[in-house]
């Protein structure tokens, strides 16, 4: 069948704010499938209510509603837009649930709305554990035995039917597994099924038999009109069960399987994904496996696009998102093509001839006494993804790409001692296949391993082979090393800072570098293509290896190369790509052929149809300059890939290449603050006294001096990260000392904390001639709470025009002094009419896409282009710098405390918050302003 | 001018084309010197089978997936007696595989069985260097033989096109597979996987396998309710004997069923035409349309030659399968005879089960001619045991 031609408008759900479990991956899938649905021909209407969406973007639908994903609002907009379907499978859970509400109410019945892209009347199937395991049952699918309780007496019964402890505990229709996990001892288990029963919307907890050490693979499908389903994935857990699928690392394809167990997996997918109505879109199913008896299980269904699609996605080259929207109107897969070959069928699997690594990224240092261990309840706040031909190559690519100071896996530094290994590897933790390299260093065997963890022997061997190959490299001097050895060692993902630090003598990867490229040892790229090798594709998706043949032709067009931000992290996060995303449309715009280089599979920014060229590679130095040596692009954008990107400035500076916009030293001004405020000296902008330590003592003399509550942080960090208020000496050296054990060679930063103070956002863009000042946010909460999160409203509501004249002013001095080209964002506190300046940051902020949303002024775009050349007064001649925000917009911040417990809920100014909703309001007599300023001066922790 | 590094932990050993390229490896399995047709296959799963498939008869296989021996070999997993192929290319031979159930290592199985390959090269390039230049010959060697000496022995490898091989790999003596309550099936084997009699003996037939040359008469004597025409190696344009022996038992009336080879001896036989393509379809991925029901089956391939849809005569037979890729004929159904064919492999093994169902067609077809009653069986490939 071809298209349906009896719809014309679509109403499509975003997923809200960012939170762990739901994060940017939906915002890839909401924006392919608006793209998809636009080229089709249909009118979009979006709505979402997270302002830091590209989805949300003029630009992506025809009609933008930044609103709650509330059953009442979405009735709203759909009784005034009158849709003809609704598609809801591309905003995750909250976009499933709320499409789901309204189907309960017999919304979509009564306004003659068809709901598309999943069977609405079996979602509840898979979420309701007892009618999933009937419906497996039935099928003749063999699952876990397990039981649902309602109250703690049932579970306590169930239980025993099990077996006892260990079982898992997962309360019903909670998102991400909130509240889930296995229950090792009968103390823990009272106490687990009571917060499981209280956090269940149905009061209701399922106690599965605990299947530690089976080994977990995803599938992900597809299923069009006809009941053709096809699987455009395989991923493979590194981390056996018991781990959350989002938590543990994983590959693609799948490793480990024979081919006759994986077809029997393949089959019960096709057979489960067809017994959930009738559909067609996009769904993923997980599986459990027992390698010794070759017992398979389900596990979980969702018939939706999920993280792992966008995963999947990016892994295969396969646009699930879009395809599935394509099925959605109606398409049969044989009737599309293959974007990536452009020549052969979209109704086909997938074959990867290189293996994906992804890596979840965590966030505990924000999260004071938070458990690290990793059960099936999710922690990890984002994800980076690795291409490589091999396992290893892709593993210690990945290890790169975390942006947390790894040159690769281990190999890089002192190893851990024998006792911590062995502590560390009983339970699993984000850094467990490090700890796994650790034990092969001190000589234990797979076997050993094996017995500990759980882990498939097979990735085992692999990384007691990066370890022998390690040992070989430790033995032989940088200048003895030939070709061939050194060629294996590239082969294997070692980068030149692991080689460097592994050979005997005193290198430096600089030195690593030139004798390889001596040796003609520098990395090919090879196209994620889809059909391995297969047929000619012309997608411009690269990966390194180092292979005999470079498939990445360069064009003699002017280049600039953007790097993205890397891994979502607290205070780093989808905004970024937003910005990245309207820097490659600018770069373009401007004549340039735009490369986009990033790690996050969970960005738009990295989709193979938004860049000239992607590719997917670590943001970590020696693979950005590997692309440069190769591309020559005219110069680099580092603005707009947060502090992940801004880190390599110095980098690039040092080998004299192109950085568009603000220079690095003086972004570095900025980072230094010793010379920044020496530069606000000069400008005679108050700044709160502050001091600099490198020790506790020094740190106490500090504070004593500057007078308490001190405000201490480590220097060159983000999102306030190690950030405390001390309130006394004591405090003082606790934090510090803590601190220092953190980061060791860190600059200590002290401030005078200012009370009852209000605290301002400001980003700008400057041209060098005029600076234009963006937006200014006020802060509800009283300065001293992160900025992200606190709620901020745009434009401020109660400054004097004189203060607002000043605050302006120190913007437009700092702007010029340090002669920004672009972004800039400036952080001030107004204690009475005195104006504080207290950070500014040279690059593209999280509040940037808050302010162009608001707004209607596509901020990034504009200082892309800035950087570019271009003038301010262009833009303003043309009225593009004219907002249409009439009233208030208020961001308000988004927290994820039901993953963490047993974390107070307090604010500080260390940023928690996973990510914001935004809210226009006509006057600030409204619920949305009112409430967070009656409980303004309650979370502040001291 | 492709190279590859390899570990002095292992015998070096090296791959040279017939276009005069030379790429450096590790010997994997046997030592020695082989060669054949360089082609790829694109499975990502079932590298035993694939090795073990008679199909491959004669050819250099080089697999896509990196990683080639992770679950190590296992009986069941055997598709014919022993290796098939030539030869096999790998870019990475783990040094240990993991799974409770194998028997033995790939490598191992590949010495035991004195089967030659290398592994640690750059199967991707090659793999593009094949797509372009068309398949063409090849030998492994972990023989100390200089570069020139093995371009040249590639060169002097008898070509695959014109090749008969089939006999090569066919039974010496009848045999019966199994004994069942439903139809008698003679298989013809040109070298057929053991998949297929797998599949039939699911179904409760009573099958007997014959040698490829057997005469008409002496199966026809066994009194089969139906005929079947295997896959095989090489180019079914030789086979003029096989051909003339497939027309007269088009003549008998009785069901035939074909896959691979056997289909393409049923297409000569009616007087269409086959030819050489310029790569083969071999992986596990192949998108095959059925025009009679609209659904798309996830196939697997392995073939070199194909019918010419130019060639069919409509009056003779109809096209029921479509390769979504390049509308290549993946599947026949005759108007003049009970007979059905499929280039592609139905019983897959490695590959997807979404094409099991076109035994129980053939077997519907046999009951439908004979007056048979099929017997109640449930397919295990159907239902998920677990």
Known sequence: ?942 | MISAPSSSAHDPAKLALADGTVVRGRALGHRGLTGGELCFNTSMTGYQEITTDPSYRGQLMMMTQPHIGNYGASAEAMEARKPMIAGLIVRDSPRCHSNPQADESLEDFMRRHSLVGISGVDTRALVRHVRDRGVMNAVISSDPLDDETLVQKAQDWPSMAGLELASEVTVAEPYTFCEGPGPRIAVYDFGVKQNILRSFRRRGCTVKVMPQDTALGEVLAWEPDGLFFSNGPGDPRPMEAAIDRVGNAIDTGLPIFGICLGHQLMALAQGFEVYKMHVGHRGANHPVKNLDTGQVEVTTQNHGFAVDSASIAPEVARVTHLNLNDDTIEGLRFKTFAGLSLQYHPEASPGPHDSHYHFDAFLKLVARERGLTLPETTPSSATITV
């Open chain 1, 1 to 942: 069948m071809p298209k349906r031609t009896d719809l014309d408008t679509i109403l499509l759900i975003g997923s809200g704010p960012i939170v762990i479990g739901q994060a940017c991956e939906f915002d890839y899938s909401g924006s392919q499938s608006a793209r998809a649905l636009m080229d089709e021909g249909y009118r979009v209407v979006l709505v979402n209510s997270n302002p830091a969406t590209i989805m949300t973007d003029p630009l992506m639908a025809d009609e933008v509603y930044l609103r709650p994903l509330t059953p009442s609002s979405i009735a709203q907009i759909a009784r005034e837009e009158e849709p003809d379907a609704v598609l809801p499978t591309m905003g995750g859970q909250t976009g499933l649930n709320v499409a789901q509400d309204l189907k309960e109410d017999g919304f979509w019945e009564e306004e003659g709305i068809e709901v598309i892209g999943v069977d609405i009347d079996t979602v509840q199937i898979t979420e309701d554990r007892q009618e999933f395991r009937t419906l497996m049952d039935d099928i003749g699918l063999d699952q876990s035995r397990s039981n649902t309780a309602k109250s703690l007496l049932e579970a306590k019964e169930i239980t025993q039917e099990l077996g006892g402890v260990p079982v898992v505990i997962r309360p019903s229709y909670t998102l991400g597994g909130s509240g889930g996990g296995i229950v090792w001892n009968a103390e823990d288990f009272e106490e687990m099924v009571t917060r499981g029963l209280e956090l269940s919307p149905a009061h209701q907890v399922l106690i599965d038999e605990c299947l530690f050490g089976w080994k977990e693979y995803e599938l992900e499908l597809l299923r069009d009109p006809n009941d053709n389903v096809i699987i455009i994935a395989s991923i493979e857990n590194v981390t056996p069960m018991g781990v959350h699928t989002g938590d543990s690392v994983t590959v693609a394809p799948q490793q480990t399987l024979t081919d006759k167990q994986f077809q029997r997996m393949r089959d019960a997918a096709i057979k489960a994904m067809n017994s959930i109505g009738t559909f067609a879109g996009g769904c993923n199913i997980q599986f459990a496996f027992e390698p010794g008896t070759g017992r398979m299980i389900v596990i979980e269904i969702n018939p939706r696009v999920s993280r792992s699609s966008a995963l999947a996605s990016k892994a295969t080259g396969y646009p699930i998102a879009k395809v599935a929207s394509k099925l959605a109107v109606g398409y049969t897969l044989d009737e599309l093509p293959n974007e990536i070959t452009g020549d052969t069928s979209a109704c086909f699997e997938p074959s990867l001839d290189y293996v994906v690594t992804k890596i979840p990224r965590f966030n505990f240092d924000k999260f004071e006494g938070v458990d690290e261990e990793l059960t099936t309840q999710m922690k990890a706040v984002g994800e980076v993804m690795s291409i490589g031909r091999t396992f290893n190559e892709s593993l210690q690519k990945a290890w790169q790409s975390l942006e947390i100071g790894y040159a690769g896996l281990g190999a890089d530094r002192a190893d851990a001692d024998p006792d911590t290994v062995r502590e560390r590897l009983k339970t699993p933790h984000w850094d467990t296949l490090l700890h796994v390299r650790h034990a092969f260093r001190q000589g234990a065997s797979v076997e050993e391993v094996h017995d500990i963890t759980q882990i498939d022997p097979w990735f085992l061997y692999q990384i007691q082979d990066l370890v022998a190959l390690e040992a070989e490299i430790r033995q032989t001097p940088l200048h003895e090393m030939d070709e061939r050895g050194l060629r294996a060692a590239k082969r294997a993902g070692f980068s030149d800072e692991q080689i460097a630090y592994l050979v005997p003598g005193d290198t430096g990867d600089r030195e690593v570098r030139a004798h390889r490229t001596a040796h003609d040892i520098t990395p090919t790229y090879q196209v994620v293509d889809t059909c391995a090798g297969e047929f000619p594709a012309e997608t411009p998706y690269y990966y390194s290896s180092y292979e005999t043949v470079n498939e990445s032709t360069v064009t003699d067009r002017d280049k600039v190369l953007i790097l993205g931000s890397g891994p979502n992290r607290i205070g780093q996060g989808i905004e970024f790509d937003y910005s990245c995303v309207h820097g490659v449309k600018a770069a373009q715009e401007m004549g340039y052929e735009a490369l986009m280089l990033n790690c996050n599979p969970e960005t738009v920014s990295t989709d193979f149809d938004v860049a000239d060229k992607l590719y997917f590679e670590p943001v970590f130095w020696e693979r950005v300059q590997d692309v440069i040596d190769l591309e020559q692009p005219e110069g680099v954008i580092l603005q707009l890939g947060g502090q992940t990107a801004i880190k390599l400035g110095e980098r690039f500076e040092e080998d004299g290449i192109e950085i568009f916009g603000t220079s690095y030293s003086k972004m570095d001004l900025v980072e230094d603050r010793g010379k920044f405020t020496d530069i606000l000296q000069t400008l005679e902008i108050p700044f709160p006294p502050y001091g600099v330590a490198h020790s506790v003592g020094e740190a106490v003399a500090t504070a004593d001096r500057l007078g308490y509550p001190t405000l201490i942080r480590p220097s060159y960090v983000l999102g306030g990260e190690g950030m405390r208020i001390a309130i006394n000496r004591d405090e003082v050296a606790t934090y510090v000392e803590n601190i220092l054990s953190i980061y060791p060679d860190n600059e200590i930063l002290l401030d005078r904390f200012l009370q009852d103070a209000i605290e301002l956002d400001v980003d700008t863009v400057c041209d060098g001639e005029e600076v234009w000042i963006a937006g200014i946010m006020q802060h509800i909460e009283p300065a001293g709470v992160h900025s992200g999160d606190s709620t901020a409203v745009l434009p401020p509501f109660e400054l004097s025009a004189d203060v607002l004249a000043t605050v302006r002013e120190h913007v437009r001095a700092i702007a010029f002094e340090l002669g920004v080209v672009g972004l800039m964002n400036v952080q001030l506190i107004v204690r009475g009419e005195t104006v504080y300046v207290i950070e500014a940051n040279p690059r593209a902020s999280r509040t940037v896409p808050f302010i162009a949303k608001a707004k209607g002024i596509p901020i990034p775009a504009i200082a892309t282009k800035v950087m570019l050349g271009e003038s301010l007064a262009t833009f303003r001649e043309a009225g593009a710098l004219e907002s249409d925000l009439s009233g208030y917009a208020i961001k308000e911040p988004v927290f994820s405390w039901d993953k963490f417990p047993e974390v107070p809920k307090e604010l500080g100014p260390e940023m928690k918050s996973t990510g914001e909703a935004i809210a226009f309001v006509d006057s600030l007599d409204d619920e949305h302003f009112e409430q967070p300023y009656e409980m303004k001066d309650l979370y502040l922790s001291q």
